[in-house]
């Protein structure tokens, strides 16, 4: 292990971190991404996959950080001045640690029985990566993102989910379209415009359609649904946040299928 101190924007590996951490391109390109925190980085470890090396804040002080870092030892540590590190982890206050990692290689495509999501063009990475959080504590089985849905690995997404995805089975970059006519199980659309979830008799093995904050599902996925399915509101509220309302869907089906299992 070395430890190096980096006190400039022009220093080679510090451009090489802002570069990660900004540029998707180069994310792909060098198949890297940033972990912006100590909680992320531990379900990364927890999880069995390498960190190639951490990013300490002059200032951080912490039983979790030190934790981290006396566990890997055979692991580079780059601390970085306190303004050098905000300006790297893209947040106003820091959180001490960031450490850069390999994006995991993506599992084989598999179509699981119980709830399986498809993610249609979902932009915000705060969005997304609160349903992947909420996904992984309710037991998705596995989860397919359209071609124009948010990067899967990017640190926004990765800052929203807690890391989850690491423990999730995440399939990126597909057609939904072609996907629904492959797929055995039921599709059910989350919308504006169908049956309320609480009067509709839900399947445990099923396929539920999320669509993008705007627009919504691609008029062609829902014309290939079993079901349009949507959360009843009072008052003047036009619409729920995506994440939000597929909470309510997730959680209903837990209580369900699981819930009484796990009793």
Request: glycine share 6%.
């Amino acid at each position: 292990m070395a430890n190096k101190s980096i006190d400039s924007k022009h220093n080679i590996s510090y451009k090489y971190f802002k570069k990660v951490a900004s540029k998707k391109k180069f994310r792909k390109e060098q198949n890297k991404t940033m972990l912006i925190g100590p909680h992320i980085i531990k379900t990364f470890l927890d999880a069995k996959k390498e960190i190639e090396c951490l990013i300490k804040d002059e200032h951080s002080q912490s039983q979790e950080i030190d934790e981290i870092t006396k566990v890997n030892t055979k692991i580079d540590i780059f601390t970085l001045k306190h303004r050098l590190f905000l300006e790297l982890s893209d947040l106003k206050s820091s959180n001490g640690l960031i450490a850069l990692v390999k994006i995991p290689s993506e599992p084989n495509a598999e179509i699981h029985k119980g709830l399986n999501l498809f993610i249609d063009g979902i932009q915000d990475p705060g969005n997304l990566g609160s349903i992947l959080r909420t996904a992984e504590a309710a037991g998705v089985n596995s989860i397919y993102l359209s071609k124009k849905t948010a990067e899967l690995w990017s640190p926004k997404t990765l800052r929203g989910s807690q890391g989850a995805q690491v423990n999730l089975e995440c399939h990126e970059n597909h057609d939904l379209l072609m996907l629904c006519d492959q797929i055995k199980l039921p599709i059910y659309s989350l919308s504006l415009c169908g049956e309320s979830l609480y009067k509709e008799d839900i399947p445990e093995d099923l396929f539920l359609v999320l669509g993008n904050e705007g627009r919504g599902i691609d008029k062609k996925i829902i014309s290939k649904s079993t079901k349009s399915i949507s959360i009843p509101m009072h008052g003047s509220v036009e619409s729920l946040n995506v994440a939000a309302a597929a909470g309510i869907f997730i959680y209903e089906h837990f209580r369900k299928f699981q819930l009484n299992l796990e009793g």
